[in-house]
């Protein structure tokens, strides 16, 4: 019982971490960090730093270890808690297979410990030279988190969650391109209305971008006046800037569905615990990354062109460490991507898939919710028929509607990434 009455609260604060990483981005981006006081609001410059805030995800992610340590801790306790209870008592020899009666044990597993037991004791360990096979879906993690993140300087939060959609899609591709798995003819419908859904959610940040139109006269308006609506707005900066951040989060898909393609490869061969993978991921990713900048300030920062820019290393520290917002925030989210991995994996590893496909909604959701509620953003039809084609699709995919043609039944689909990897932020 006790086991079952942790899965809510798991699921929870993954919900709650999840929220926090997109929405406490997005109020770094929106300090001001330079000419604060101009009446001028666009001569202020806000923080502008998407390769710190991906740095930020890095030491979140390598906290997981001090969750490998804590356990670690508390198992030493427990044995040498058993041993000096049976210290004095005689028992038998046993010749049986302790390690296999473990591993086919019917008891139930604490969900929080599932993320230190091994994929699959067969395999391969991971350990050795070979952890370094976990740099490669980093890089990929680097790239995808830093696209993102630059992304979100130009779009509000939901069409942020709302795009990051398209990740299915990539997915999908890849996994019958590389793991040569076989989608159905349902999926690739399915896949077809995710892009229709992003699509329509991307229209809808780049035309009602800022416009407070009632609900009646924006249902009446759509059809007739989007036309002239896009050739006049197309020009807009504010339109372009919005259509840039989509892309770029669309595009950042691509480097995050080719880091869960090599995560499934690469665990698909090799045994490692789930929470020791973030982990490793996190140092390498965090070491490349700091590589990086130094490189990048050294080429471009350092130029006058480079100044302020992304890569002024200078300057990003001088932010960080100067604004108590920025600092504070940075420290909320490092703390709240290693919360959202430690709880992620413990319910992806507990519950199915239509529970982690409806967490997922609702994190989308709740953060277009709060994003209302701060002002951040306008609430807009074209965005929910967006997000409900957006839903359709990935939970169509997943299996978990029916396809709306009897010939698209089947009977059992193929799982694409049996090793479930979760977004790490």
């Known amino acids: 019982m006790a086991v079952k009455a942790l899965i809510p609260f798991l699921v929870a604060m993954m919900l709650v971490t999840g929220v926090c990483n997109t929405l406490l981005t997005k109020y770094q981006d929106n300090i001001c960090v ?74 139930p597993i604490n969900p929080a410990a599932k993320i230190m037991v091994l994929n ?10 070979r952890v370094l096979l976990l740099s490669l879906p980093a890089i990929c993690d680097i790239c995808g988190t ?45 896949l077809f209305t995710v892009v229709i859904g992003v699509a329509i959610v991307g229209l809808a940040g780049a035309l009602y971008k800022d416009n407070k139109v009632s609900s009646g006269e924006a249902a009446m308006l759509m059809i007739r006046e989007v036309i002239a609506y896009v050739g006049e707005q197309k020009k807009s900066p504010e339109a372009i800037k919005t259509i840039i951040g989509i892309l770029l989060i669309a595009g950042a898909q691509i480097f995050t569905a080719s880091q869960f393609v090599l995560e499934e490869y690469i665990l698909e061969q090799y ?49 960080v460490t100067q604004f108590k917002g920025i600092a504070l925030s940075s420290i909320l989210i490092m703390i709240s991507i290693g919360g959202f991995n430690f ?31 701060l002002g951040w953003e306008t609430f807009k039809w074209l965005q929910v028929l967006g997000f409900l084609l957006l839903v359709y699709g990935t939970f169509l995919f997943n299996g978990l509607v029916r396809p709306p043609l009897r010939k698209c039944i089947v009977g059992d689909t193929e799982e694409l990434l049996p090793e479930e990897p979760i977004e790490h932020n």
């Open 271 to 319: 045994a490692l615990e789930p929470l020791k993978v973030v982990g490793w991921e996190g140092l390498f990713g965090f070491v490349v990354t700091v590589f990086g900048m130094i490189v990048l300030h050294l080429a471009i920062g350092m130029t006058p062109k480079g100044r302020y820019g992304y890569f002024d290393l200078v300057e990003a520290w001088h932010e």
């Open 120 to 129: 699959n004791e067969d395999r391969i360990p991971l350990v050795g030279k």
């Open 343 to 373: 709880f992620g994996l413990s319910v992806t590893r507990t519950v199915s898939a239509t529970s982690r496909s409806t967490i997922d909604t609702c994190r989308t959701l709740f953060i277009w919710i709060v994003s209302l509620f």
């Open 34 to 107: 330079r000419d604060c006081d101009s009446p001028d609001p666009k001569d202020r410059k806000n923080f502008e730093q998407p390769v710190v805030q991906t740095m930020q995800m890095f030491i979140g992610e390598m906290g997981c270890w001090l969750f490998v340590g804590a356990f670690s801790l508390y198992k030493k306790y427990t044995a040498k808690k058993a041993g000096s209870e049976s210290q004095g008592e005689y028992e038998p020899v046993s010749t049986r297979d302790t390690d296999g009666d473990s591993i086919r044990s019917t008891t």
């Open 146 to 190: 830093t696209l993102m993140n630059v992304g979100l300087l130009f779009v509000v939060p939901s069409i942020y969650q709302m795009t990051r959609g398209a990740l299915v899609l990539f997915v999908g591709l890849f996994s019958v391109v590389f793991l040569r798995r076989r989608l159905h003819l349902f999926q690739w419908f399915a």
